[in-house]
């Protein structure tokens, strides 16, 4: 079965800094991943994702993602964080593209003036 | 185009009393499915579909049903309510044919069980 782990619970970065996002997986073949972000009371929005090809993808709003197979981590990056990224941020696998989607359990991204 | 949309936005039931959660798209997306979000947790699969007429369970379907009489509909069914049912429920849903794999996914229902 597969299963995401993100690690960290809160993120905290000055605007303008970088900032990652940690999330690892666990699937049986190739992996289908995701970020997904979530802004108060709204439903989620896609951001990027990782199917095959280039370990750098890149996304929406500026964040992009770097896919580590050795370490089956799927880091979610921007080089210059801004006041409106904060939000909560998941980490999603699925064994097939679009079924069966399991999320992480999210992380909470705070990004200061 | 509205993309998914889902009623009630609000609901409080006291145990034991069933209610139907709604979800509709009108993108014409063969797959959609049912997730419930909850502190800590992130979020589970409930029920899933891969077209009218087929449905499946996903994690965590116990106490739901549900059915897919149209592509555009995919209702979730409390059968009897119970505290532990007390979460936001969101629904997605996504092409099967394409490489886009992207979820779109509805503004949620907050439910509250007492």
């Known amino acids: 079965a597969q299963s995401v782990a993100q690690p960290e619970d809160q993120v905290n970065v000055a605007e303008g800094n970088p900032l990652t996002v940690k999330c690892t997986y666990s699937v049986s073949g190739n992996p289908y991943l995701f970020w997904y972000v979530q802004y108060p009371n709204r439903g989620l929005q896609f951001l990027l994702k990782?199917?095959?090809?280039?370990?750098l993808v890149k996304g929406s709003y500026g964040f992009e993602a770097e896919f580590n197979k050795s370490q089956t981590s799927f880091h979610l990056k921007k080089p210059s964080a801004l006041v409106s990224d904060s939000a909560l941020y998941f980490c999603a696998v699925s064994p097939t593209g679009f079924q069966k989607l399991v999320f992480g359990t999210g992380t909470r991204l705070l990004v200061s003036p | 185009n509205a993309g998914v949309t889902q009623t009630p936005k609000f609901q409080v039931l006291k145990t034991g009393q069933s209610m139907t959660l709604q979800c509709a798209q009108d993108?014409?997306?063969?797959?959609m499915s049912w997730y419930r979000q909850d502190p800590g947790m992130g979020l589970r699969l409930i029920h899933y579909?891969?077209?009218?007429?087929?449905?499946d369970q996903g994690e965590v379907p116990n106490g739901y049903n549900v059915s897919r009489s149209t592509t555009e509909d995919f209702p979730l069914r409390l059968l009897s309510a119970a505290p532990s049912q007390t979460s936001v429920y969101f629904c997605a849903s996504s092409y099967t044919g394409s490489s886009s794999y992207e979820q779109y996914f509805g503004p949620g229902t907050r439910l509250t069980v007492t």
């Open positions: 990782y199917i095959t090809g280039d370990n």
């Open positions: 579909s891969v077209g009218a007429g087929i449905t």
């Open positions: 993108m014409n997306h063969e797959y």
